[in-house]
Every structure is written in C-alpha cells, then in structure tokens.
C-alpha cells in the first residue's frame, strides 16, 4: 500500500463480516424461517449475493420466493421466525481473528474509531453487543440503520464522520463488501477491503479499494507501521 501522504485521523468499519463473524447464523437463521413457510434451504453462495449487496432482508425474501413473500404480513411473519433463530443463537458470534488487537491498537496510536452498519437497531440496544464482545470500549461512534440510509448509500458514514468530527479525506473506511466500497467512495473516503467477507478481493480493487487484505491481522500490521497514505483520488 503506497503511503506518501498525510496521516489519517479516524479509521470507520463496517460490522459483519469485517469486525465479527456472523455469515453462519445469518445462513441458519434465514433458512429457519424459510423452512417453517415450507420453503427449501438458500445456499451460502446465493445467500453471500444478497449480503455483497446489502439487501434489506424483506427484500431477500421477496427475491428467494417472489409469489410467497408479495403479502407484507407473510414477509413480516417470516422476518420475525428468522430474528427468533438468530437470536437463539446469538451468543455463538465472535470477533474475528485480530479484531480486538487492531482496535486497541487504533485507540493506542490515538486515531478515531467508528462503525457504520445496517442493523435495525438503537440507543443503548446497539452497544450490547460490543460490549459482550469486549470491544466497545474501543468505539466512539456506532451508528446503525435506524439513524441513517444503508449502505450501499453514504448516509451512515456522512454521520459518522460529522459525529467523530473528521472530514472524509481524513478516514478510511474498511468493509468486506461491494455495498461498503461503493458508500465509502460516495462519501470521498479511501477504502480497504478485509477479504473475510462476502465481497470478492477482485472486484472490492475494481470498484475502487487502495488495498484489500486477506483478514485484520494483516490490516493490523499495516497498522502498526502506518505513518501516511494516500488519500482518494
């Protein structure tokens, strides 16, 4: 990564997939409620598809089963089963490898922390689980989709940046997928992909990443050593 100019104030991350491993329980928890309509199982494949775009998930279902999920109240009941087996499972989601070091590592060097996703929820809610994580305490501004549009619009990282008080050509936003690339350039920010997501390393450099990295050990040795980088051009 070529790093020949002014230093970043802020770093902004997306939340699944990037910071914590969720890809799993999504795939159980929508196929739960695909099978008590007596719908048959998605694959992961098709599953990574609507995610790399961040589909809301009344639009996955209405993609998955047009004819079944045209009613409001059957994609609303169906939302509701998948929510109930997600929830089952909640406590099994984990950071991913080095996602604890490389924002204490942020914090340490003194940059500003923020994460922008499009989860549905708010106030204290939304902090409950980063702290179960032991990562909140990293974080200064967490904002979600009830604040502001999801991604692949800008809307949530325009905040962010206003709340963490930085301009965008002071961030880098790091996500692992097409919908975080193409918010993050919206808003004028660099990007680096994490390839531990849905998105593809290929196409994450064509829309436009500086770099992608193959997981957040790699990112935190860039880290480390960061002195400058280049902004987006």
Do not use: H
């Not at 009830?146 to 996500?175: D, H, N, Q, T, Y």
């Amino acid at each position: 990564m070529n790093t020949n100019d002014k230093k970043p104030k802020a770093f902004v991350f997306d939340l699944d997939g990037t910071l914590i491993g969720t890809f799993n329980l999504y795939l159980y928890s929508l196929n739960a409620g695909l099978q008590a309509f007596g719908l048959p199982s998605v694959s992961a494949e098709k599953l990574s598809e609507f995610l790399d775009q961040a589909f809301p998930l009344e639009e996955i279902l209405k993609r998955i089963a047009p004819s079944k999920f045209a009613d409001v109240q059957a994609r609303l009941s169906c939302v509701e089963k998948i929510k109930e087996a997600y929830f089952s499972v909640l406590k099994e989601v984990k950071l991913l490898v080095g996602a604890r070091d490389l924002l204490f590592t942020l914090k340490e060097k003194g940059f500003k922390v923020g994460i922008v996703t499009g989860r549905t929820t708010q106030g204290e809610e939304k902090w409950l689980e980063l702290k179960r994580l032991g990562i909140a305490e990293f974080v200064d501004v967490f904002v979600t989709g009830l604040e502001a549009p999801r991604k692949p619009s800008s809307g949530g990282i325009v905040v962010c940046l206003k709340k963490l008080k930085v301009k965008p050509e002071e961030a880098i936003f790091v996500g692992d997928s097409e919908a975080d690339v193409l918010a993050s350039r919206e808003a004028g920010l660099s990007f680096i992909g994490v390839a531990t997501g849905v998105g593809k390393k290929e196409r994450l450099l064509e829309l436009g990443a500086i770099y992608v990295v193959k997981d957040l050990l790699e990112l935190l040795e860039i880290v480390k050593r960061l002195d400058t980088f280049t902004p987006l051009e």
